[in-house]
């Protein structure tokens, strides 16, 4: 489904626009809105929040940083984030890793090293670690 441009003394009108039918259709077959033309935009996030004592903060981060120059090779990474701030002497911190793909993100929870892994073997206490999953609708 070809659209058609319009070109009057030297400007570009843009497309008509979509029926709702026609949006409806471009969605349920995958090519998004027409801000992302044929590009996939759902992304799939694991979302840690994770409350971590001061004295083991800087091997959490190094091990972090270490963790997402590695997911940064993997197929289907999108991309990662952390937040953290100090209160008292704990860093309450979030770490988000986005991936272009449900699959890819079960896959990497299933057969890679996950963020609460890493948390886990740092010593982090099971009861300070939460786990969301989450799509990005945006």
Not at 4 to 14: C, D, F, K, L, S
Not at 79 to 92: H, I, P, W
């Amino acid at each position: 489904m070809a659209e058609e441009q319009r070109t009057t003394v030297g400007t570009t009108q843009a497309p008509s626009p979509a029926s709702p039918e026609e949006t409806m259709e471009r969605i349920a077959t995958g090519l998004g809105s027409s801000r992302y033309k044929e590009y996939g935009v759902a992304a799939y996030a694991q979302i840690v929040q994770a409350a971590v004592p001061q004295s083991l903060w800087s091997g959490v981060l190094f091990s972090w940083m270490s963790m997402k120059g590695h997911l940064q090779g993997l197929h289907m990474f999108d991309r990662s984030q952390l937040f953290a701030t100090l209160v008292g002497e704990v860093v309450y911190v979030t770490f988000v890793v986005v991936w272009d793909d449900a699959d890819a993100l079960a896959e990497w929870m299933q057969h890679g090293y996950s963020v609460e892994e890493m948390l886990r073997a740092m010593g982090i206490a099971e009861e300070d670690i939460h786990i969301q999953l989450t799509r990005d609708f945006s």
